[in-house]
């Protein structure tokens, strides 16, 4: 039975030894929580670090049995693992890149070289756990790496993949030396997932500029598969939250909490010490609040409890330096014997001290400077049962998206950042409780359950998707049917489309002429009596003319335009007018000009603008641009736009190469067919074939054709396959005669 696999870089638990003792402490992360259900179920997995380097064998087997009880499989890293890999390339490499500050970012080759071994590592884990079809989920920048090399060992899991924290824009992902291998290894998933729809239009932006895939609607097709790209945003346990704020435990710290802090306001901050959560920004600003508004003095404390995070590297050991210097300096200049403006606290606090704190609290202060999503917000909001408080909220988390009730400031802004705590601070409580109800409802309504099972649902949606459009590599045992047809048929009929399945795209459409071996193998299969041949192409019918036309075959030219049979010469299949020709010949040539390295081609019935030779990701933005205004011109209109290979063509409406093939299927007889295509162009040539006709894609992007081959060489070589056994089939024959 298919299971579910969870990746990420740590387990629920935190693996600790004491006294020779092994023990397990859960884990209250949302992820775990929000998972913590599934992995539990059947024979489901999760796996990742326990959080611990264990080197002894015998240990090592321990800790996998036990963790196998629970749903668990560890990943054993070293200690120059979670040096290199994880505090290394995954914290001073990818983090600060991802939010956005570059200039703390290390660019090492042996951080990134341990980065790869690791990644390799929970690869081969995962590999000895699965199975073909289950569904694996990884999860998070420690992991970027993983979906391809489980898409390479695993290629028919379904890879969900689910990004925590923010993409950055595509002039700061540039930056690392390694950005296009970690692009290819996200693009191993069926579906990518982040928190906001920013996060996702940049991870698209850097894909089309650094890959060289287009997309649409969040789809990207590689030329052999189909992934979605979505945005998911993340939520919280509300049920948890709020019930914890009313539990009698709750209610008793509260007591004691306020009796200690004699403010008639409290604001709370809770933040894991990082540069990335503004903390010293946030105290400067609650420093010129105290000096602007001297009436709340006495009146008004900041509670800061701020979680202990990686103080032995230089930079965080700076921050904790400056927070407490910052800190000392408020409290100095503003307190005394009764009132101390800042209360501040380096530690972490279980869930009952912060729900009592979330409760007390008149203001939550949530100020980073750049965040994926942020769920203190959220827990704040949760834990109100009288929906009395506000929220101030920094527009660089991601819950800013979902929560517009709040007071969203932007945090390199002071001035507002106090302006927005003076509004917080006199907002009158009707007010407060008309804009917390609105964000529990929501909070409640998209919680952390809510967020899996969106997730989940939309990766077996986008599997079905693949599978429905799916087709079958053409493989030896299909091969040898095939040519069991082949050899038994005594008329057959082929249609090759000529770029991209005879021959591979070029960057400037008049150098894809033919080589000498292309125009051998089409004149030997056009030669044997048996073989009706019929290249198709959506290129000019002199261009063809020129490269094919003394050969022995037929050919199909301007998407079905023209049409020229052995020994005869060109002709329409239908009377077509071209006077619409003028209008859209304006538009293009105004593309051109605004598009550096894009030129028009002219056909007898159509007009093409290419974009092979425009930078990356400006000719994708112009061929929407120039689709978009084509398809509002042509809708009254017998025109149609199509959005081809690195191409706008657009043509008369009832033109295509289908239609065309349609007249040989009509007139000749074919015990045999075969038609190969390559882009979405060709899809009228395999809807028009019959249904027992082999029809070959070249690429395995969506398709109605049967079979796929990766590249046009592959095509060429079964086309001489053919050939070879043809040869035979008439040695054999004359011999016979003979």
Known sequence: MAKLIIVSNRLPVKLQETEGELQYKTSEGGLATGLGSIYKEGDNLWIGWPGQVVEDAEKQKQVIA???????????????????????????????TFHYFSQYAVYDQQFWDTYVQANQKFCDEVVKQADPDDTIWVHDYQLLLLPSMLREKLPDCTIGFFQHIPFPSYEVFRLLPWRKKLLEGMLGSDLVGFHTYDDMRHFLSSVNRLVGYGSMHGWINTGNRSLLVDSFPMGIDYEKYSQTAVSEEVAKREAIYRSNLKADKLIISIDRLDYSKGIPKRLEAFEKFLEKYPEFHDRVTLVMLVVPSRDEVEKYKELKEEVDEMVGRINGKYSHIDWNPIQYFYRSYPLETLSAFYRMADVALVTPMRDGMNLVCKEYVASKPDQTGVLILSEMAGASKELSDAILINPNDTNQMVEALYQALTMPVEEQKVHMTSMQESIKRYNIHHWVSMFMDRLSYVKIKQLSMATSYLDTATFQELTYSYTAASSRLF??????????????????????????LLHKLGSDPKNKVVVVSSRDKDNMEDWLGDLNIDIIAEHGVWIKQKSAGWQTVLSLMDDWKSDIRLILELYVDRTPGSFIEEKDYSLVWHYRKVETGLGDLRARELVSHLNFLATNSNLQVLDGQMAVEVKAQEINKGKAASYWLGKYPHEFVLAIGDDW?????????????????????????????????????????????????????????G
């Open 495 to 520: 249609f090759l489309e000529y770029d991209g399945a005879l021959i591979d795209y070029k960057n400037r459409p008049l150098m894809a002429n033919p080589s000498d071996e292309l125009i051998e």
């Open 66 to 96: 036990e963790l196998q009880k629970e749903s668990m499989y560890p990943v054993f890293l070293t200690e120059a693992e979670i040096k290199e890999y994880y505090e290394g390339f995954s914290n001073e490499t990818l983090w600060p």
């Open 681 to 737: 162009g060709d899809e009228d040539i395999f809807k028009a074939m019959p249904r027992e006709a082999y029809t070959v894609k070249i690429g395995n992007g969506s398709s109605i054709a049967k079979y796929h081959l990766d590249t046009c060489q592959e095509a060429r070589w079964m086309l001489s396959k053919l050939l070879r056994l043809s040869n035979s089939e008439q040695a054999s024959d004359a011999m016979m005669t």
